[in-house]
């Protein structure tokens, strides 16, 4: 059993409008090892962040909903949040367009639980030379603890968002992407690889 059905479960426990809302299936498109393997052959560049997550929804079949909070687009994957006050980069951009919208519900529910508790996590920073091979690693500046992450939605949160400040609690919970201390990403944290290695 893959990883993100047990991320998708978690959040959808957390967030019980997600359970309600409405996604949208994502249609097939050549994945990630299929873009190296061409990539390498035809010298053609390697896939953007955005692409890569996009291959790696598609791949496990993951459904995106969105809501508005304003003029900011709130998306989920039910693994990764996003508020964005800019476009969405391609593909992206085009498979939210086809998401229907949700009701305020789930933006609220983004505000209630993250936004309006940033203070309860601390700062956290990026190592660069993880302890476990084929994560993203986020450790506390101050020592407090560490969590592991997806490494394809962490290099799509810094391509969106390279100037980022990093929250984290500790190993299960989400990081908290903010800039200029306004949340931009949530991303939940691993506690084990897809392959069933546990990382905790």
């Given at each position: 059993?893959?990883?993100a059905p047990l991320i998708i479960a978690a959040i959808t426990i957390a967030c019980p409008v997600l359970?309600?809302?409405?996604?949208?299936?994502?249609?097939?498109?050549?994945?990630?090892?299929?873009h190296t393997a061409a990539d390498a052959a035809t010298g053609q560049p390697t896939p953007?962040?955005?692409?890569?997550?996009?291959?790696?929804?598609?791949?496990?079949?993951?459904q995106v909903a969105k809501d508005r909070a304003g003029s900011r687009l709130i998306w989920?994957?039910?693994?990764?949040?996003?508020?964005?006050?800019?476009?969405?980069?391609?593909?992206l951009a085009s498979l939210l367009a086809t998401a229907p919208p949700n009701d305020g519900r789930f933006a609220t529910?983004?505000?209630?639980?993250?936004?309006?508790q940033m203070g309860t996590w601390h700062a956290g920073k990026i190592n660069p030379h993880?302890?476990?091979?084929g994560t993203g690693e986020i450790m506390s500046v101050?020592?407090?603890?560490?969590?592991?992450?997806?490494p394809i939605y962490l290099t799509y949160v810094l391509s969106r968002y390279p100037e980022a400040g990093i929250l984290i609690k500790g190993?299960?919970?989400?990081?908290?992407?903010?800039v200029n201390g306004q949340l931009r990403a949530v991303v939940s944290p691993w506690t084990k690889l897809p392959d069933g290695t546990p990382l905790l």
């Open positions: 059993m893959s990883v359970a309600l809302g409405q996604g949208v299936e994502i249609p097939k498109a050549p994945s990630a090892e299929q953007t962040a955005a692409e890569a997550l996009y291959d790696y929804l598609q791949k496990y079949k993951l989920t994957d039910r693994v990764m949040i996003e508020l964005s006050e800019s476009p969405l980069p391609e593909p529910w983004v505000h209630d639980t993250f936004e309006s993880p302890k476990k091979a101050r020592g407090e603890g560490r969590c592991f992450v997806n190993p299960t919970d989400p990081a908290l992407f903010t």
